[in-house]
């Protein structure tokens, strides 16, 4: 069945270096990818989007990696900051509705000064 | 613009007791959504609407209900609330094809059921 996973619950990093978070998908019809950023006492902010057709989509300091063949995906922060800690959400969309989006556990950031 | 805004940010509720959980957007979003998150979880959509006068169930709908009289309005209402729906309710809206496109946030309502 569908599910979305996270290799690591909590990751923490010093400021400036780089971090990777990742998650884990057992559908292999998913065919659409999110990232999210959750700040303590808000909401979900969307970072990071990429479609299965692609592999690799950059954006600001972020970048997210999609691996098909082991239904991998994984979001790298560049020269982390303290404004990163958070807790990062992935989630998919397996395709089967256009309204239904399955979130992971998320991974909580935490980032050392 | 307000985007997503959620009312009210806290409340305690006995159980049996109902209310209803406010949601606003400014967007002009025809995409509104409803989701719940538990300690420790994921997000789990209860509830969904493609535009005002259309809603439909989300994985978790039981004990809830939805109304979309307007584009801008998505109110959720517990009936008879149970300690079982302590949870952090966030409401949410896209511009289209929502599982396809970026979803806006409310800041959430944090609910205890005692």
């Known amino acids: 069945g569908e599910s979305v996973g996270l290799h690591l619950p909590t990751l923490s990093v010093q400021e400036g270096d780089n971090s990777i978070i990742n998650c884990a998908y057992s559908?292999?019809?998913?065919?659409?990818f999110i990232w999210y950023k959750q700040e303590s006492g808000k909401g979900p902010q969307f970072i990071i989007d990429?479609?299965?057709?692609?592999d690799k989509r950059q954006g600001q300091r972020v970048t997210v990696l999609l691996n098909k063949t082991v239904k991998h995906l994984s979001l790298q922060i560049a020269a982390t900051q303290p404004g990163d800690s958070a807790v990062y959400f992935c989630?998919?969309?397996?395709?089967?509705?256009?309204?239904?989006?399955?979130f992971g556990k998320g991974t909580l950031l935490t980032v050392n000064p | 613009n307000a985007g997503v805004t959620q009312t009210p940010k806290f409340r305690i509720l006995k159980i049996g007791q109902s209310m209803t959980l406010q949601c606003t957007q400014d967007?002009?979003?025809?995409?509104m959504y409803w989701y719940r998150q538990d300690p420790g979880m994921g997000l789990k959509l209860i509830y969904y609407?493609?535009?005002?006068?259309?809603?439909d169930k989300g994985e978790v709908p039981n004990g809830y209900n939805v109304s979309r009289s307007t584009t801008e309005d998505f109110p959720l209402r517990l009936e008879l609330a149970a300690p079982s729906q302590t949870s952090v309710y966030f409401c949410?809206?896209?511009?289209?094809?929502?599982?396809?496109?970026?979803?806006?946030f409310g800041s959430g309502t944090q609910l205890s059921v005692l």
């Open positions: 559908n292999s019809a998913s065919d659409y």
């Open positions: 967007m002009n979003h025809n995409y």
């Open positions: 609407s493609v535009g005002a006068g259309i809603t």
């Open positions: 949410a809206s896209s511009r289209a094809q929502g599982a396809k496109e970026k979803l806006f």
């Open positions: 990429i479609r299965s057709n692609m």
């Open positions: 989630a998919e969309n397996s395709g089967g509705s256009n309204y239904k989006l399955t």
